[in-house]
């Protein structure tokens, strides 16, 4: 027993597979590593640790059918920030935008992390490059995005005047209303010569 | 006797006791501080240090140790330090100060006006010497222990383990919508604008009956010249507007009339405004 | 026994000690770990690799009686200079202990970067402030202290028993702080011309 005791600190401690002959230079000559060895290996038979014979090293090792619980998957839900969900509408009103329009729009500097945030949830996706100096990625949103949010089409979202009659918009000034539908309308028409965006 | 070179010795004693108390073990620090080397040429720290040495050298239990013997070895042990010209650090002297004056009012006569006693001192710096002791003793049997790395060991070559969360971002429909309106309220370009107005001025109604009245030869009624209103759908707008026309077109007129254009006529009272051009026929007519 | 494998497996397989609820983020919800830690510390019982608790976390280590075969002389823990030895003892035995505390209890200064190696080495971490004046920062021993010792917990620290029961543990008294201050005091006045290490 206190043969196997020995080989098998030895073992667990040890930073690399070791060989017979190395175990002996720890425990000692009298002890018959070998024979302790294959006790060893039949002890942990079925366990969740395994004693494993590479060549001519043994080392333990995690039991291979348990290797999933060590790189293990979790899912967390996690709510969306004010900041991801305001992005997330100008890509889905505006798209396709550049980080510097979204920003331009919200009149605020977007997180580094947060756009790829929303391509990790699949929401959005890069729809190439704009012709522009410094050829900014454009974002567009996704097909998952309509799933998601149970539109068909981006056309599905609701216009400025809708928005004001479900009361979303803060009520400004009547005229300014009319004045941002009229500019939408401008850009949904320009849309498909991108270049309009850049006007917003 | 207890010279400099004895203390050296044992505190050299000390060190075997747990294999880590030499001086080759001394912190990076205090060698570097010229202050400290001071004081470790020695391998003391502090005064206390040196009493808690001395005591211990009585070989009785801490609380049993004889006070005054402990200072004097201890002035003693300053002595041998000058003597050897060995720079000491103030503390040491006030120290010896200090020693020097419990000493005094241990052996002199008791005088109860002295608070706190000499007695009272002495037991404080005896409690001092066993507080130190003891956490000297605990960090040795702490020392001592099996420690992981050097006598116990964790597994050598882990596999390691990691929870690879995939996160997943909620967010509905409404919250959505509703940063987006909440955008566009924000980031609107604040513009008074002042609202069109529906007047029809003086000088248009002026140019537009002048036009018109050259066509109209017969007796017309002044709604006639009232300009078409379409300019909205709104119904508010439009009976403004008119409103507007009608009074524009009547001081038109009248001014038109005055500078012998036209001519009004109005058979009475709320009876319809008829207007004429003035022709050679009937310039004699004027009402 | 397939529980018992999972949790063996997880422990066996991380790089640090684990408490029982990150084991059960591996291993799943339906596991009784703490059932499961219980049964595979009788099981280790006795042999070369122990399963053992410290603070609320637990791992495998060799046997601490097979030390004479594995024991390796590292630098690391030889360098700890009897100051520090001292001052991890303090805060240890009289944790949570401000730095005024641990210098009055040494009657020395503590050098400057002494708490920082200790911390460094992630014996000592600092909990909070003292609500006294100053609010000086106070530390304590963390869970890698207790690992590294071997303790179950700050009660199985060597003899805190007697010295809990001695009262040389109990906060400094006041009259015996008064007289320190005095001395210190005179101390201080004389540092000019002396010597720097009384500077506080």
């Not at chain 1, 100096?133 to 539109?151: A, D, K, M």
């Amino acid at each position: 027993m206190e043969h196997l005791r020995a080989v098998e600190a030895t073992l667990f401690a040890s930073e690399e597979p070791l060989r017979s002959k190395d175990i002996t230079q720890y425990v000692g000559d009298e002890i018959d590593v070998d024979a302790a060895l294959k006790t060893l290996e039949d002890h942990y038979q079925g366990r969740g640790i395994e004693l494993v014979r590479r060549g001519d090293r043994w080392h333990f090792q995690t039991a291979a059918d348990l290797a999933y619980l060590l790189r293990r998957e979790s899912d967390e839900l996690r709510k969306l920030s004010r900041a991801a969900i305001e992005t997330l509408a100008i890509i889905a009103y505006h798209g396709p935008v550049s980080r510097a329009e979204i920003e331009s729009i919200r009149a605020v500097q977007i997180s580094k992390g947060m756009l790829d945030v929303l391509m990790q949830a699949e929401w959005i996706k890069s729809a190439g490059r704009r012709e522009v100096p410094g050829r900014p990625l454009v974002y567009v949103i996704t097909n998952e995005f309509l799933t998601h949010f149970g539109l068909s089409s981006r056309k599905d979202l609701p216009g400025i005047r809708d928005l004001k009659a479900t009361g979303l918009l803060d009520p400004i000034d009547m005229v300014m209303d009319e004045m941002f539908a009229e500019a939408n309308d401008a850009e949904e028409n320009d849309s498909e010569s991108e270049s309009a965006v850049d006007d917003v | 006797m207890i010279g400099t070179d004895n203390n050296h010795n044992d505190n050299d004693d000390i060190g075997d006791e747990t294999g880590l108390l030499n001086s080759d073990d001394v912190w990076q620090e205090d060698i570097s501080n010229p202050d400290a080397l001071t004081l470790n040429i020695d391998g003391w720290e502090g005064p206390l240090d040196v009493l808690l040495v001395l005591a211990r050298n009585q070989k009785v239990d801490l609380r049993q140790i004889s006070i005054l013997e402990l200072v004097r070895q201890y002035l003693k042990f300053i002595d041998d330090a000058r003597s050897l010209k060995l720079e000491l650090a103030a503390d040491y002297l006030v120290m010896a100060a200090w020693l020097t004056y419990l000493k005094s009012g241990l052996l002199l006569p008791k005088d109860p006006e002295i608070d706190p006693s000499p007695e009272e001192l002495a037991l404080r710096l005896q409690l001092r010497l066993e507080r130190l002791n003891a956490m000297r003793e605990a960090g040795a049997r702490l020392m001592a222990r099996d420690r992981i790395g050097r006598d116990i060991f964790m597994r050598g070559t882990p596999e390691g383990l990691r929870i690879e969360k995939s996160r997943k971002y909620h967010c509905n429909y409404f919250e959505l919508i509703q940063a987006y309106g909440q955008v566009s309220a924000r980031t609107l370009p604040v513009i008074h604008m002042v609202k069109k107005r529906a007047v029809m001025t003086l000088e248009d109604a002026l140019s537009r009956v002048s036009k018109m009245i050259g066509y109209n030869i017969g007796w017309s009624n002044i709604e006639v010249f009232l300009p078409t209103i379409i300019d909205s759908d709104d119904d508010d707008y439009n009976v403004m507007l008119r409103r507007s026309a009608l009074a524009s077109t009547f001081m038109a007129s009248l001014e038109l009339a005055r500078n012998g254009v036209l001519e009004l006529e109005q058979k009475d009272s709320f009876e319809p405004l008829m207007i004429r051009a003035v022709t050679s026929n009937n310039e004699n007519q004027v009402s």
